[in-house]
């Protein structure tokens, strides 16, 4: 693992989480991701593909199973695992599926990736200082969202605390707060695009017999969202 830091015997495994509804996944995600993990040096990035997003409505959401499904076809044949551990730790916000996962994995070293656009109202997150405080955060840029993320009251917070890339790169240990840009050629796919062309995408997932990929727990065939 090219990413792997040792200390004491012991491997640190960095892994990039990237959440999201993931409806549905498409090869922006993949291209973003992989561009992040070649950047950071991480081994891995883990698609946190969400139950039911707090801040996006129920209405247009698909199943889990098929989002889920269209997240792992995504993955294939890169350094990337779809999950759905939320739906297993019965967290629904962030902050609290941060602290399930540093609980869970220990010897893992994680790094929050988002978009701008989630930079931008990063603020209306619950207890969003308190996810700065967990891990470090690295914002892909994102047609349209650079200039409101910016100004955002969470940039206005996190500006102190922003790197350059080589610090994270370069450290055996991350602390947080730490804030990275990544900046490259923007990629304008998006999930709201490809469900007004083909808003029966769902209906075409294989959404039977499938495991999670870092968990290896069983993905319900049919499972409701979150009420908003």
């Given amino acids: 693992m090219a990413g792997s830091r040792h200390r004491a015997g012991a491997t640190l495994i960095r892994t990039g989480l990237l959440g999201g509804s993931f409806n549905p996944a498409h090869g922006g995600h993949r291209r973003i991701t992989r561009f992040a993990v070649d950047a950071l040096a991480l081994d891995e990035a883990w698609w946190l593909v969400s139950p039911g997003n707090p801040l996006k409505p129920v209405a247009g959401m698909a199943p889990l199973a098929a989002r889920f499904a269209s997240a792992r076809l995504q993955a294939r044949r890169a350094p990337i695992r779809a999950?759905?551990?939320?739906?297993?730790f019965g967290t629904r916000y962030t902050v609290d599926t941060l602290a399930a996962i540093q609980r869970r994995w220990p010897r893992r070293q994680f790094i929050w990736l988002m978009g701008s656009d989630n930079l931008a109202q990063f603020h209306r997150w619950r207890d969003w200082r308190k996810i700065a405080a967990k891990v470090p955060i690295a914002v892909i840029a994102r047609p349209g969202y650079d200039a409101r993320a910016m100004a955002s009251p969470a940039m206005a917070w996190l500006r102190r605390f922003r790197q350059p890339l080589s610090s994270l790169r370069d450290r055996t240990r991350w602390s947080a707060p730490t804030l990275v840009i990544l900046r490259f050629d923007p990629d304008k796919r998006s999930a709201t695009a490809i469900r007004m062309a083909d808003p029966l995408w769902a209906d075409r997932m294989a959404v039977r017999s499938l495991r999670d990929s870092v968990?290896?727990?069983?993905?319900?065939?049919?499972?409701?969202v979150f009420p908003k």
């Fill in 83 to 88: 999950s759905a551990m939320e739906r297993e």
């Fill in 215 to 224: 968990t290896h727990r069983p993905i319900p065939f049919q499972e409701p």
